[in-house]
């Protein structure tokens, strides 16, 4: 049975995306543990072009059947990124309507929990199946940037989910030496634990939402070793909690 990482954050531009896609080639390509990205962002998922992909199926495909899913379902919407690693991609067409149910999106991640290891939910901001996936996950990140309005979109995040004490753990993107507020103080004033931080890195972030080259495959970048070596902390919790 394999674990379902939710990525989340309390607003956009964080870079859900960004870490949901190079996560799953960190484990995928680096670790050799059989993962998909759902992106769950209908009508504005870009998980494909940070991939460099041309997905011909999606999410959208698996709706009519979505509570009694297949293997042969799953491997008919699915598309290869490289061996190990697949994406589901966000439905292409925006709606207002048929937002999925949380029966909806259980029996999609139970599905998927039995043929990969792991499964990375990529997240809107806040939406009703953000709101249904926060309870049905294993592993629970807030992704936040180190400035005043995050950290308080955040904190009020924290406030109105029932999942706060059982939330994993917090990530915090483009943190500089010179910002205002420093990462511990971030983690003391939220009260969640500090999983990650990650530098900037303009080379590398415009690499991989240009040319969609995953970051976490660039040795040079700093980014892509900040990722690896969350993958790394992930896998070394799953496995305890697996023990």
């Given at each position: 049975m394999g674990t379902v990482i939710g990525i989340f954050s309390a607003k956009g531009g964080m870079g859900k995306t960004l870490l949901a896609t190079n996560l799953g080639v960190a484990f995928g390509v680096g670790h050799r543990r059989k993962t998909v990205i759902i992106d769950l962002n209908s009508g504005i998922g870009t998980a494909d072009l940070l991939l460099d992909l041309d997905p011909e199926r999606s999410l959208s495909d698996l709706l009519s059947v979505i509570n009694e899913l297949t293997p042969q379902h799953i491997k008919l919407a699915v598309t290869e990124y490289r061996p190990g690693v697949d994406l589901l991609a966000a439905p292409p067409e925006m709606s207002w309507?048929?937002?999925?149910?949380?029966k909806n999106i259980s029996s999609l991640l139970d599905a998927f929990r039995e043929?990969?290891?792991l499964v990375i939910l990529d997240t809107s901001a806040l939406s009703p199946e953000t709101g249904s996936a926060l309870s049905l996950v294993d592993i629970r990140l807030i992704l936040l940037?180190?400035?005043?309005?995050?950290?308080?979109s955040t904190a009020r995040f924290l406030d109105v989910i029932p999942e706060k004490e059982?939330?994993?753990g917090l990530v915090i993107n483009q943190q500089t030496p010179s910002a205002a507020i420093k990462p511990d103080e971030i983690k003391d004033h939220l009260g969640v634990p500090l999983f990650g931080v990650f530098p900037v890195d303009p080379a590398g972030v415009w690499s991989n939402i240009s040319y969609g080259e995953p970051c976490v495959l660039g040795r040079t970048s700093k980014l892509g070793k900040s990722i690896r070596q969350l993958s790394t902390q992930l896998l070394k919790l799953i496995d305890q909690r697996g023990s």
């Open positions: 309507k048929g937002s999925l149910t949380k043929e990969y290891d940037t180190p400035d005043a309005p995050s950290l308080r059982k939330i994993t």
